[in-house]
C-alpha cells in the first residue's frame, strides 16, 4: 500500500497569510493520480485538487497544488476564513487508493 | 443535482452487524461505481469497499475483506454496505462516494460525497 504522510500536522496561520501543506508518498506516485480533499467539521470531504494541480469545479484561485514523484504540495496563496479547515492528500493510482493523515489549518 | 444519501448508522455490540444504506439522485446511478470511505473518530480518512456500476466487480480494503458485504441496487438507485463481525475499530462515519467511473478500479478522485451516517461499536 502507498502511504502518505502529511506535514505539518497543524498549521497556525493569519487571515490574508500563506499556507503551504507538503505531502509525502512512499512509492512514487503519477502526477496524474493526486488529489486534496478540505474537510470541515461536521462535513463531508470536497474535492479540491486532481490530478496534483486541476483545481475541481468551482475551487478559488488561491488554492494550487505543485509536487512530482513523492513530493506534492498544496498552497493557498491568501487565507480566507472560510480556508481554516482539515486538509488531506489522497493517491488513486492504485487499485487501493489511500489518504494522507491530514493538515489542520488553524487560525492562529 | 448530485445527491448521497447514507443511513442506517446505528450503536452495535463487538461482534454484531449492521447494514447501510446509501442513496442516490440527481444522475444516472447505474452508469456509475460507487465507493465506501470510513472515518473513525477524530482520524483520518480510509478506504473500504467500492463497487463497479452493474455490480459485477466489487473491491474491500484488507481490514473489512469478508466480514463486509458491498452491494447495489440499479433500479432503487441504492447501494449497501452489509458489515458483520464488528470491531470496536469499525467505528467511524461512513460516506458513500463516488468518482467518475464506470469500473471499481477506475484511477479518479471521488468527486461527490455523502454527509455520512455514524456507526458506533461498543458494548
Known amino acids: 500500500d502507498i502511504v502518505l504522510t502529511q506535514s505539518p500536522g497543524t498549521l497556525s496561520l493569519s487571515p490574508g497569510e500563506r499556507a503551504t501543506l507538503s505531502c509525502r508518498a512512499s512509492q512514487s506516485v503519477s502526477s496524474t493520480y493526486l488529489g486534496w480533499y478540505q474537510q470541515k467539521p461536521g462535513q463531508a470531504p470536497r474535492l479540491l485538487i486532481y490530478g496534483t494541480s486541476s483545481r475541481a469545479t468551482g475551487i478559488p484561485d488561491r488554492f494550487s497544488g505543485s509536487g512530482s514523484g513523492t513530493d506534492f504540495t498544496l498552497t493557498i496563496s491568501r487565507l480566507e476564513p472560510e480556508d481554516f479547515a482539515v486538509y488531506y492528500c489522497?493517491?488513486?493510482?492504485?487499485?487501493?487508493?489511500?489518504f494522507g493523515g491530514g493538515t489542520k489549518v488553524e487560525i492562529k | 443535482e448530485v445527491q448521497l444519501v447514507e443511513s442506517g448508522g446505528d450503536l452495535v455490540q463487538p461482534g454484531g452487524s449492521l447494514r447501510l444504506s446509501c442513496a442516490a439522485s440527481?444522475?444516472?446511478?447505474?452508469?456509475?461505481?460507487i465507493h465506501w470511505v470510513r472515518q473513525a473518530p477524530g482520524k483520518g480518512l480510509e478506504y473500504v469497499s467500492g463497487?463497479?456500476?452493474?455490480?459485477?466487480?466489487?473491491y474491500y480494503a484488507n481490514s473489512v475483506k469478508g466480514r463486509f458485504t458491498i452491494s447495489r441496487d440499479n433500479s432503487k438507485n441504492m447501494l449497501y454496505l452489509q458489515m458483520g463481525s464488528l470491531r470496536a475499530e469499525d467505528m467511524a462515519v461512513y460516506y458513500c462516494a463516488r468518482t467518475s467511473c464506470s469500473s471499481t478500479i477506475c484511477y479518479r478522485p471521488f468527486e461527490y460525497w455523502g454527509q455520512g451516517t455514524l456507526v458506533t461499536v461498543s458494548s
Open positions: 463497487i463497479g456500476s452493474n455490480g459485477g466487480s466489487t
Open positions: 489522497q493517491q488513486y493510482g492504485s487499485s487501493l487508493v489511500t
Open positions: 440527481g444522475f444516472s446511478f447505474s452508469s456509475y461505481a
